[in-house]
């Protein structure tokens, strides 16, 4: 079983940034793949940003060159820098650990872009 606990949402005005957070309880080396996933009111939940073991990272279109995903293996903490905020990006953010075959599931943070 893995703990993830995300942080740093909030409100932002459009063109703002922010940065979420994702302390994890494994060590990161043990997870498979990381990742960002956002769900908008009456919408499906989409990923945002993925990063493998390996260092391999995957952007949805839609956020790339404006979004950052990285990790601190030390402080087994995910991150997501987010440039140039949008209204549209305006979402719950979860963060998702990967074992395979096993998926584990943060609470989510707001994060809410006013224009």
């Known amino acids: 079983q893995v703990q993830l606990v995300e942080s740093g949402g909030g409100l932002v005005q459009a063109g703002g940034s922010l940065r979420l957070s994702c302390a994890a309880s494994?060590?990161?080396?043990?997870?498979?793949?990381m990742g960002w996933y956002r769900q908008a009111p009456g919408k499906q939940r989409e990923l945002v940003a993925t990063?493998?073991?390996?260092?391999?990272?995957n952007y949805a279109d839609s956020v790339k060159g404006r979004f950052t995903i990285s990790r601190d293996n030390a402080k087994n903490t995910l991150y997501l820098q987010m440039n140039s905020l949008k209204p549209e990006d305006t979402a719950v953010y979860y963060c998702?650990?990967?074992?395979?075959?096993?998926?584990?599931w943060g609470q989510g943070t707001q994060v809410t872009v006013s224009s």
């Open positions: 494994e060590t990161l080396s043990r997870i498979n793949v």
């Open positions: 990063i493998t073991s390996g260092g391999y990272i």
């Open positions: 998702n650990a990967r074992i395979v075959p096993e998926s584990y």
